[in-house]
């Protein structure tokens, strides 16, 4: 199952599909007694998704057996036990994908030439991700962070690993030198190249990034002046070597930090918004403002959820039954401010008063 959604494989996700690209959304549950209905719940909006294709004219047999067989085969990968708070299926012919999601996301079934990806945008905003690049003389190793998990990242070159001959105190004595492990030049290129693949890296997937190690290897990437050295660094060392738990045991209260100071940025300038008449709120006013492309910066309360539908010019309250009801309207406004480069901000509930779960700042 995936859960890192980068640039790459959002534009992949969103290119256009054959006829039908169906998208299976469906709420999970991490622990407790919710997690036994899971199951049963998933089985079901897979079963309504077939039920779907096979009651679409536009949707040949061929076509349609293909699709019943990536559902089933995506079917056959999801691991409940590492559910999260949502699960996202999608197939198309000759193709599928599962993706597991720290949001909860609205049961639905939708078939459409394109995948539905608004709720993985939404999610991955709320996630927060970040890097860990953990560094020692013989292995460099990143790590992919979000919200209350760590996992180690295998792509553009890392982890980097040199054998112990590179670094060997006999070889450097018989050429006359016994450098610190961390002054010798192929230590130098070792970083280097580090450095070098951190930076490509965040070309396409721009994060946060802390970087743990040693002082003296903190002190070697601080002479490089590229990516580790503008990251915020912990002098942490093993973790090249650790775990999952222990990297994010060391970077958790720096992360708590972080937040809070962001936290009290964005409310900062809600605030002068308001003097400035700037200020948006309500799913309403940010819907509207959101398409017109308006909201420099948007401020989402994590537990906000609510339920509207399109009256013309306006989204008023709806039921869930209601046919033409948008229950992740709020991950619609997400995606759409990112879509039009406004700063995205998830805070703690209760934090926007009386803004009702959602304001912003905009542009004009």
Known sequence: MEHALSPAALAELRRPRPYPAVSVLTPT???GPDTAQDPVRLRNVVAAAKKQLESDPAVTRERRLDVVEQLDLALSEVDLREAEDGLVIFAAPGEHQVWTLARSVPERVVLSDTFLTRNLVSAQAADRPFWVLSVSADRITLWNGGAGHVTEERSAGFPLTRSQENFDAERLERVGNLPSTFRDEDTRHFFRDADTALTGLL???PRPVFVTGEPAALSLLDEFGGAARDAVHLAHGGLAHGTPEAVWQ?????????ARRQDEAVARELEAAR????FA???????????????????????????MRDAGDHLVPADGDDLDARE????????QCLETGAEVRFVPDGTLGDAQ????VLRY
């Open 29 to 31: 549950h991490r622990r």
């Open 203 to 205: 070309r396409e997937n």
């Open 250 to 258: 060391a970077v958790h209260p720096l992360l708590e930090e972080e």
């Open 275 to 278: 003097g400035h008449r700037t």
């Open 281 to 307: 709120a309500g799913v309403d006013e940010l819907w509207q403002s959101a398409r017109e492309g308006r909201v420099r910066l948007l401020a989402v309360e994590e537990d906000y959820r609510v339920t």
């Open 328 to 335: 992740d309207v709020v991950d619609e406004i997400v995606e």
């Open 357 to 360: 779960g959602i304001a912003g």
